[in-house]
């Protein structure tokens, strides 16, 4: 523990006078025992810090059902929430078994993990059960974006595959490239050699997590084609509305309050000073991160409103809910490194990414229900970009460690270097997930295994494939149905001398 008290009796004994040995032994071993307590409570407040930060990252897994269900039509509400519950129990199996080894399993090489499978050896000095957990809530909302963009005609099993394959091997790599002291890119490198003098720097996923699902997400849609009735016969879009407003604001809100763990939490660990004595401390910067993330937010939600309205005419609530989760994606990144008046930058420009890259998918025909690739892929490569443009030196300094003359934000005086670290960030994320996930979607699609039959996805899939609709309308028992059969039959005449009647 850093600034832990010392005691030598050795220096106590010449103070002391008569029986001053044992007097120094017993005063020392009091100072040690306060010593011990002082480190013990370090480790439980940091640990403490780290769990509820991963139990709010697991709230978002919530939120993303909700979302993903009020985007979708009702015929397909059971399917789309089975898959969201199946990301997660799945995505825990794979991520223990493989996927934290391939991630943070060290010592190992810059591209894969080697230690550490099964949490075998596990506690360490470098990593708690807290640490596990954590980066397990960061895989599976990898997974959850992606079953997003293949909603309303995938086959049950192919979710189960890719959601397996997405947490257990595509993901951790990438983690593994940009988190781990010993990744590739990494700015935790601890041999000094970082790339472009910097490393990649992504605080809490723009790339690492939005990044990696958004392009999953992106090829599974690309293969397995648009929804049927998406585009009429001159190619010309066709709304498939979502059949919950409501749902959606829930899911949106949801995951609002999961990103205060998604992205403060991203610093592992909350008392640490930076200077003693002072408020000046990572305790704070918890709070500025809490606060850029919050702004940016807004101000994609604020943009997206009106940016639409001028578009469409219509105050749309879907619209701001999705441009409001834009902004968080790209914030993710940077929001520790940048100053609260950045972060409106950065979420201004957000919305604006997402709006075009939805203009850009219908021209080319691409269908997304959720608008996952182009929100979380997009914004979260302008979030990469964003901190290579404003990261401030005081602040990576703080997390990474001093480094005099660290690149930094290019508008901030800090040089390119740090840019092109960013950028390479961006297409080897897109080069890795392109060539995993987009192979295994093409092979579940050579195999049948990909995309429902015409016949199912126009029934809906809660019918065809789940037993029943996730909604019952009435109760399909036999006093209702004797309701429905019986006929209005004639009563006695009422006093005014008209027949009365009965239901």
Known sequence: MSGALSCSATDLAVLLGPNATAAADYICGQLSTVNHKFTDVAFAVDNTYLLFSAYLVFSMQLGFAMLCAGSVRAKNTMNIMLTNVLDAAAG??????????????????????????????????SADYSNFLYQWAFAIAAAGITSGS??????????????????????????HWFWSVDGWASPFRTDGDLLFSTGAIDFAGSGVVHMVGGIAGLWGALIEGPRLGRFDNGGRAIALRGHSAS?????????WFGWYGFNPGSFNKILVTYESGTINGQWSAVGRTAVTTTLAGCTAALTTLFGK????????????????????AAITGGCSFVEPWAAIICGF?????????????EKLKYDDPLEAAQLHGGCGAWGLIFTALFAREKYLNQFYGDKPGRPHGLFMGGGGKLLGAQLIQILVITGWVSATMGTLFFILKKLKLLRISAEDEMAGMDMTRHGGFAYMYYDDDESHKAIQLRKVEPRSPSPSGVPTTSV
């Open 92 to 125: 825990g199996l794979f991520y223990y078994l493989f996927g934290f080894a391939f991630a943070f399993g060290s010592p190992s090489n810059g591209f894969i993990g080697k230690h550490n499978f099964g949490l075998k050896d596990f506690p360490s000095a």
């Open 150 to 175: 293949i909603a309303e005609r995938t086959q049950f099993v192919a979710y189960l595959i890719y959601s397996s394959f997405l947490t257990g091997f595509v993901y951790p790599v990438v983690s």
């Open 247 to 255: 749902l959606v604001v829930l899911g949106t809100f949801l995951l």
């Open 309 to 328: 309205r001028l578009l469409s005419g219509h105050w749309n609530v879907s619209d701001v809910c999705n441009g409001l989760l834009g902004g968080f």
């Open 349 to 361: 420009v957000a919305a604006l990414v997402l709006i075009g890259c939805n203009k850009l998918a």
